[in-house]
């Protein structure tokens, strides 16, 4: 099976403008998390779609959203980027929902910096 | 805040040693991960142990869990080049089933010397 993919994989937005990531689960994976990765505060748990709904969501602000599709490819969105946005983003599947019993798999993960 | 927290933050050793590194969290946890990131890269999933097992084995890797002491060790034994990585340990912090996450720690730099 395509292990987890994640596109695009390095980005360059400015103060101000929105980015969009994209992932696209193991098939046959229903559940969907997005994860945030800096230096500070490290991996940090941002939320986690299931059947296209979001089940949980961690500590961000609402400028950090996302969606799931019916093929459970997922996006998300962050609008009016601050430079503390800049981070290694890691998207990761599993086959059932929740993090509690189930191996996460993650993708290479997009670099957004913002300058 | 983190739940876990892996000791030591950076470790370096020689090729065929040993490696062990620890992880304390703070709440009763269903399930304790350990996952490798190599140099900024997406993590891999190396191995998951139940709050009611005490060791779990994967090849080289050994993992202990202590629910008494909230801790948790994984040793990779006679360690390799491709070894070096980043190791985290991940908790599934205890709440109602539909309220998870789970939650890294700050993970230990380890480099195998050739």
């Known amino acids: 099976k395509a292990g987890v993919t994640q596109t695009p994989r390095y980005l360059i937005k400015t103060r101000g403008q929105q980015v969009t990531l994209s992932c696209s689960p193991i098939?046959?994976?229903?559940?969907v998390s997005w994860y945030q990765q800096t230096p500070g505060q490290g991996l940090q748990f941002l939320f986690e779609?299931?059947?296209?709904?979001?089940?949980n969501k961690g500590n961000f602000p609402g400028r950090f959203s996302g969606r799931q599709f019916s093929n459970s490819r997922s996006e998300m969105n962050v609008s009016t980027l601050e430079l503390g946005d800049s981070a290694l983003y890691l998207c990761?599947?599993?086959?059932?929902?929740?993090?509690?019993?189930?191996?996460?798999?993650f993708g290479p993960g997009t670099r957004l910096t913002v300058l | 805040s983190q739940q876990g927290e892996e000791d030591p933050q950076a470790l370096s050793i020689q090729e065929g040693e040993n490696a062990t590194m620890n992880c304390s969290y703070k709440?009763?946890?269903?399930?304790l991960q350990w996952y490798r990131q190599n140099s900024g890269r997406g993590l891999v999933h190396l191995i998951l142990?139940?709050?009611?097992?005490r060791e779990k084995h994967s090849g080289r890797l050994r993992v202990t869990l202590d629910t008494s002491k909230k801790s948790s060790s994984l040793l990779i034994t006679a360690s390799r080049a491709a070894d070096t990585a980043s190791y985290f340990c991940?908790?599934?912090?205890?709440?109602?089933?539909?309220?998870?996450?789970?939650?890294f720690g700050q993970g230990t730099r380890l480099t195998i010397n050739p």
């Open positions: 779609y299931f059947s296209e709904t979001q089940r």
């Open positions: 142990i139940r709050s009611n097992e």
């Open positions: 990761a599947s599993s086959t059932r929902r929740g993090h509690w019993d189930t191996p996460q798999y």
């Open positions: 991940a908790t599934a912090p205890y709440q109602n089933q539909g309220a998870q996450k789970l939650v």
């Open positions: 709440t009763s946890i269903n399930n």
């Open positions: 098939s046959g994976h229903r559940s």
